[in-house]
Every structure is written in structure tokens, then in C-alpha cells.
């Protein structure tokens, strides 16, 4: 994915559907691996992503002509759609578009990856999805930023790859992971600022 345009002022000042507090706005362009049956095809479109700061308040992805609405999480509560018009209130944590305490060097940017993972994957893969899911669509500092890139260097099974360019054109260095399934995933990054420009899915 790469982040195009970021915006704190608000999702559009024409619509206050959201409130008015603090938010981001996110323009990308996306990538997505699709099976067909003349095999696998890397398909790209745009994606716009309305987040509320502290994540109390509801946002929204609007993507491939589709909006899908991202629920908040207010009072410990949220509404999840469940299809068919039915919903579900789960239990829930506030998830902030920006984290203010990251770590900005890379041995403790390594150990909060590896802290905040969970999931089924091998914890190696787990701690390079939780990187692309921390710069994807959240506001990180500059120093942040950095400590990512060197983290993830640091993963074991990753390489770092130069001379790479994302969807938009812009040219970076890659820190890259071939998952168990078969993916090849590259976060990519500006050489100098290390800032955060995409991440691609390849098919082997």
C-alpha cells in the first residue's frame, strides 16, 4: 500500500457524520494477490481510509467503488456488522490512529513487534505483519519510522532489498518476507527518511 496523501483536518468538511475531532485521512493505492483459473494476478486499485485519532469514533474504507465501515470503540464497546442487517456488540481497546510512545530504536522496536504480535503465523511472520499493520495506515514520528525499518531488518528470514520502486512510482529500499503461504510481502521504504512508502504482496 502506498500512503499518498495523510490529513488531520478532517474527513471532508462538507460531512460531519464523524464529529469533529481529530483525524486521518489516508489515499493509497493497494495491491491484492487474485486466483484465477489462468493462475495468479497481482491486481492494484485505489483505497481512501477515514480513522479517528484515538479510535473512540466510527471511521470508514472506501474501496474499489465500496464502503466499508470501520466501527469505534467507545466505552469499552463496539458494533460490528454481522451481514444480513444483523450486528454483534463485542468487548474492545481503543485502537489510535497515532501512538505517541513508540519506540524510536531499533532493539526496542524489535521487542514491541514481537510483544504486540498475536496471531496463528510463525512469530517471525507475526512480527513483520504487526510492522505492516503499524506504518500501513497509522501516524508514526520520523524516529519511529526508522526504528521500524531497522526492526524488521532484523527479523529473521527477512532481507533488505535496494533499488526498489512501489505502485506509485516512488523509488525506496525493500525490507522483505516470504510467509508460509507462499507470499512474498515488502515494506518499502525512502532511503533517506526511511519513511514508510508501500507494502506489496508478490506471488512466488
Not at 533488505?160 to 515494506?187: F, I, K, N, P, W
Request: charged residues 25%.
Amino acid at each position: 500500500m502506498s500512503a499518498l496523501q495523510r490529513e488531520e483536518a478532517g474527513w471532508n468538511r462538507d460531512d460531519d457524520r464523524f464529529g469533529r475531532r481529530r483525524r486521518e485521512y489516508v489515499e493509497s493505492l493497494t495491491s491484492a494477490v487474485a486466483l484465477k483459473p489462468e493462475g495468479t494476478t497481482l491486481e492494484s486499485g485505489d483505497r481512501a481510509v477515514w480513522l479517528l485519532v484515538d479510535g473512540t469514533r466510527d471511521g470508514l474504507i472506501r474501496t474499489r467503488g465500496q464502503d466499508v465501515p470501520l466501527p469505534g470503540c467507545r466505552d469499552g464497546k463496539q458494533t460490528q456488522s454481522k451481514g444480513g442487517g444483523q450486528s454483534e456488540t463485542v468487548e474492545c481497546s481503543p485502537l489510535p490512529v497515532y501512538v505517541a510512545d513508540l519506540p524510536t530504536d531499533a532493539k526496542a522496536m524489535l521487542d514491541y513487534l514481537y510483544h504486540h504480535s498475536s496471531g496463528g503465523n510463525p512469530r517471525d511472520q507475526q512480527a513483520f505483519t504487526t510492522a505492516a499493520d503499524l506504518i500501513r495506515e497509522a501516524y508514526l514520528s520520523p524516529a519511529a519510522l526508522a526504528a521500524v525499518f531497522d526492526a524488521v531488518a532484523r527479523i529473521q528470514g527477512v532481507d533488505v532489498t535496494g533499488e526498489v520502486s512501489d505502485l506509485a512510482g516512488r523509488h525506496g529500499v525493500a525490507v522483505a518476507l516470504t510467509q508460509v503461504q507462499g507470499m512474498r510481502t515488502e515494506l518499502i521504504f525512502d532511503k533517506g527518511s526511511r519513511r514508510a512508502t508501500s507494502s506489496p504482496p508478490r506471488p512466488c
